[in-house]
């Protein structure tokens, strides 16, 4: 799906055609990125980690990765749908049914997680052939559009359908950034299930083992993709200004290194999943933490370039602006990563 002429890649075209195009009335009226997704979904994108075998793409997580990053340059809140929608579905592939994988393989399946990435609450009752889900998670991309949810309870994680019984998804309020994600807290209180929609009894392990991972590598991507497209929004005003002040040269360098420092570590951390040791954890918490707070650097110079170059030419990075400072509050947040890391760093 990348290195392609836009021609024979059908995720360039939908980027160019579709995606591209609507992002910034997406930002506006921060309304979901239903058309994008469809065409993403008929590129074959949203089952591109799906088996082949399940007629998926049979990608893995840096590949993956690197579709995410396409798509956040020129939609970050469609990218962070994205972001959630792969990383529940790497989660389905460790646990659900071939029918349900295979609606996702063909496209006809939104996925989201509403998972505590590093440990929380919550709580199952099973009686009879249903179970009561209780607990709520505070931060849920495509809160409200997902066909289901990836939901952690205690130990447990559970799939729920968009519209079981007690499933209580409030309207999406005003964000400074990522709009169109509708990411919204979602509760259970409790909500009802069937006691077949377990996916697994050993959710904590697989939240640490698969979840969190993708999760993870697939934000950074997202920052990666909000940072390249500032540097490059920025690269060209300043040429289309002729504002070649060594000064704002300067700055525009300082962004092209900062963001391929995260480039270093995504790669490694990437790499890191894929064949799993001592410090794998540790590095994408570090890389979790350096991509969020990167990116916001990095378009803090885009628009002190931007403006530097032509009165109103921040207006051209202002939308990467505010998405890189609300990744900032998606959970785990930088604080709580922090934290996390501190602690494994203590303990060596």
């Known amino acids: 799906m990348s290195g392609e002429p836009a021609c024979r890649d059908p995720l360039a075209r939908v980027l160019a055609d579709v995606v591209g195009p609507a992002a910034g009335e997406i930002d506006r009226g921060a ?4 058309a994008g997704l469809a065409a993403l979904a008929g590129a074959g994108v949203l089952g591109c980690t799906v088996a082949r075998e399940l007629g998926g793409g049979g990608l893995w997580l840096r590949e993956a990765a690197d579709v995410v990053r396409r798509v956040a340059r020129e939609c970050a809140s469609t990218a962070t749908v994205l972001q959630s929608h792969l990383t529940a579905v790497a989660v389905l592939e460790e646990c659900a049914p071939r029918g349900l994988r295979a609606e996702v393989a063909a496209g006809r399946h939104l996925c989201t997680v509403a998972v505590h990435l590093l440990g929380g609450a919550g709580a199952a009752r099973v009686r009879g052939g249903v179970a009561d889900l209780h607990g709520r998670h505070a931060w849920v ?3 409200g559009h997902a066909d289901s949810y990836v939901w952690s309870s205690g130990e447990q ?4 359908a968009a519209g079981a019984p007690g499933l209580l998804v409030p309207a999406t309020g005003e964000t400074l950034g990522l709009r169109g994600a509708c990411a919204a807290p979602v509760a259970a209180d409790p909500v009802t299930v069937p006691a077949d929609a ?3 009894a050993d959710g904590a392990r697989i939240v640490r083992d698969v979840a969190f991972p993708w999760f993870a590598v697939l934000g950074a991507a997202v920052s990666l993709g909000i940072m390249d497209s500032a540097v490059e929004a920025s690269a060209r005003l300043v040429s289309e200004a002729g504002a070649r002040r060594p000064s704002v040269l300067a700055e525009l360098a300082r962004m092209k290194v900062r963001a391929d420092s995260v480039r270093g570590m995504f790669t490694g951390a990437a790499d890191a999943v894929a064949w799993p040791g001592r410090g794998t954890h540790e590095a994408l918490l570090a ?4 991509a969020v707070q990167t990116a916001i650097g990095v378009t803090d110079l885009a628009m002190k370039v931007c403006q530097a170059a032509a009165p109103s030419g921040a ?5 990467r602006f505010r998405d890189a400072r609300a990744a900032y509050a998606v959970p785990p947040t930088q604080d709580t990563v922090l934290e996390h890391l501190g602690a494994a760093l203590y303990a060596t």
């Open 157 to 160: 994680l559970w799939l729920v």
């Open 287 to 290: 890389l979790r933490a350096a």
């Open 198 to 200: 377990l996916l697994s």
């Open 31 to 34: 309304r979901f990125p239903r």
């Open 141 to 143: 991309a495509a809160a």
């Open 315 to 319: 207006a051209g990075v202002e939308r």
